[in-house]
Each structure stands twice: as structure tokens, then as C-alpha cells.
């Protein structure tokens, strides 16, 4: 099946500071999604991007997909921003979401 | 509009028993899936039903089942559980079927003891 990796692993931030989060997945795929879980749980849309380049406010996501990867920028972080960042791809069929193990985001003012 | 809601929120169980877990989509949306999420990895798909029938099923053992009611919303059940058994149960609902973009609610936490 396919296989989603996504790095760094854990980030520690200045508030204010800039980041890249990288999402890597082994085969083509129908969609992608990132997702912001906050520290009770919630799992919070960000972007749904199979290709190209998407903005909301301080974030921002570009999927390559011909090259089998997306990036999560974050600028100007603030310490909301903190808690894990889940990259999903679906499954050849589109009925499931595989997700990598997530980056650990703590911003600290 | 409303989320996907789920309930209940919280739960404990004892090693053995059956629990049963309740989900419902964002209005006008057809498909729910489920999700089990452990301690320090990412959510793992169980199931996906879209217009009452199952479309996808994950690498979850028989003793994990669910159904879809004609209003869209849907059930988990888990039978005998297990110490491992303990996570939390995520919901999704999506439009259709096929890669649509998913919404989750805010989850089910289940402890066996």
C-alpha cells in the first residue's frame, strides 16, 4: 500500500519564526490533505490539494505530485500554532486516508 | 452548519465487554468513515460507508463491525474488547465517496481496562 512519510518529525519554534513541514508518499494518489490536531484531540482541515499551491492567511501548501510531495509552510508562528501536523493521502481506490506519523510543531514566545 | 458530532466523548470499558460508538456526518454529506488513532501515531482507517453500504474496510480484526442508517448517520461496534482496543475513534464525512475531502469530528476516547 502506499506509504506516507513525513519529516521533521518534531520542530521547536520561536513565535515569529518560519517553518517547512515535507510529506513524502510512495505512489500516486487521487487527493491529499493536511490537518492540525490540536491537544484535545480535534483533527482540523487545513488544505485539500492534489496539485498546485494554496494559501489561507499565514499558511500555505504546494503538492508536487508528479514528484510525490507536498509542503506545509507556516510563517510568522504564533503559539497556537503549536501541536501535531498530519499529512493524508488517499488510497488508490479514494475510500480511505492514509496519514504519516505527523510532525510535532511547539512554538514557544 | 453543524460539524460531524460523535458520541460519547469519553468511555471505559472493561476487557471482554462490547461498545458501541455513534457518529453523525455534516448535513447533506453521504459518506462516514472511521478511524482508530493511538497514543503518538497517526489515525488509522477501520471502515468507510457511502449511501448505507461498505465501500472499504481496513486491516481491523471481524471483531470490529459498522452499519449506516438510511439518515447517513452510522454506529462502530467493537465486540470482546481488548487492553488494546484503547484509542481514540474518529469520525469522518465526506460529500461522496471516492477522495472526497474528509472532516472529522472531535472523537470517541475509549479506555479498556
Known amino acids: 500500500g502506499i506509504q506516507v512519510e513525513q519529516s521533521p518529525p518534531d520542530l521547536i519554534l520561536q513565535e515569529g519564526a518560519n517553518s517547512t513541514l515535507r510529506c513524502n508518499f510512495s505512489?500516486?494518489?487521487?487527493?491529499l490533505q493536511w490537518f492540525h490536531q490540536n491537544p484535545w484531540g480535534q483533527l482540523i482541515n487545513l488544505f485539500y490539494?492534489?496539485?498546485g499551491t494554496k494559501q489561507n492567511g499565514r499558511l500555505s501548501a504546494t503538492t508536487v505530485a508528479t514528484e510525490r510531495y507536498s509542503l506545509l509552510y507556516i510563517s510568522s508562528s504564533q503559539t497556537t500554532d503549536s501541536g501535531v501536523y498530519f499529512c493524508?493521502?488517499?488510497?488508490?481506490?479514494?475510500?480511505?486516508?492514509?496519514f504519516g506519523k505527523g510532525t510535532t510543531l511547539s512554538v514557544s514566545s | 452548519d453543524a460539524g460531524v458530532t460523535q458520541s460519547p466523548t469519553h468511555l471505559i470499558k472493561t476487557r471482554g465487554q462490547q461498545v458501541t460508538l455513534r457518529c453523525s456526518p455534516i448535513?447533506?454529506?453521504?459518506?462516514v468513515s472511521w478511524y482508530q488513532q493511538v497514543l503518538g501515531q497517526g489515525p488509522q482507517f477501520i471502515f468507510q460507508?457511502?449511501?448505507?453500504?461498505?465501500?472499504g474496510r481496513g486491516n481491523f480484526p471481524d471483531r470490529f463491525s459498522a452499519r449506516q442508517f438510511p439518515n447517513y448517520s452510522s454506529e462502530l461496534n467493537v465486540n470482546a474488547l481488548l487492553l488494546g482496543d484503547s484509542a481514540l475513534y474518529l469520525c469522518?464525512?465526506?460529500?461522496?465517496?471516492?477522495?472526497?475531502?474528509?472532516?472529522f469530528g472531535p472523537g470517541t476516547r475509549l479506555t479498556v481496562t
Open positions: 493524508a493521502v488517499f488510497n488508490q481506490a479514494g475510500t480511505a486516508l492514509i
Open positions: 469522518a464525512s465526506s460529500l461522496a465517496g471516492a477522495a472526497y475531502e474528509q472532516y
Open positions: 505512489d500516486s494518489v487521487n487527493n
Open positions: 448535513s447533506g454529506h453521504k459518506s
Open positions: 490539494i492534489p496539485s
Open positions: 460507508y457511502y449511501e448505507k453500504e461498505e465501500r
